[in-house]
Nanobody
Framework: QVRLVESGGGLVQAGGSLTLSCAAS????????MGWFRQAPGKEREFVAA????????SYGDSVKGRFTISRDSAKNTLYLQMNSLKPDDSAVYYC?????????????????WGQGTQVTVSS
């Protein structure tokens, strides 16, 4: 069992930056991938970014490429999402998630573990 707890959400002005953290407890291994997804009211859940733990391969959704960076501190078992040049369209609840089969890193329905989510609001 893996438990995920996000933090770092909040209110920020457009153009600003924010860093989300996700503290993981429980057993993860190199087959896992960990990712960030987001969901805004009335919209479908959207893939934001993911990292495969075995290779450190990273992937990003088209809407955040060049602005967001995913990283992981393995010693702390903590996942991060650095968000720069934020836009009002980035406003959503952001979820941290983990999947045992890292090959499914971009597909939310295959993820096995989810955090409770943290709200990010970007004002114009």
């Amino acid at each position: 069992q893996v438990r995920l707890v996000e933090s770092g959400g909040g209110l920020v002005q457009a153009g600003g930056s924010l860093t989300l953290s996700c503290a993981a407890s429980g057993r993860t291994d190199t087959r896992f991938a960990m990712g960030w997804f987001r969901q805004a009211p009335g919209k479908e859940r959207e893939f934001v970014a993911a990292i495969r733990l075995g290779s450190s391969y990273t992937s990003y959704g088209d809407s955040v490429k060049g602005r967001f960076t995913i990283s992981r501190d393995s010693a702390k078992n903590t996942l991060y999402l650095q968000m720069n040049s934020l836009k009002p369209d980035d406003s959503a609840v952001y979820y941290c998630a983990a999947v045992r089969d890292g090959s499914y890193y971009s597909t939310g329905r295959f993820y096995d573990y989810w955090g409770q989510g943290t709200q990010v609001t970007v004002s114009s």
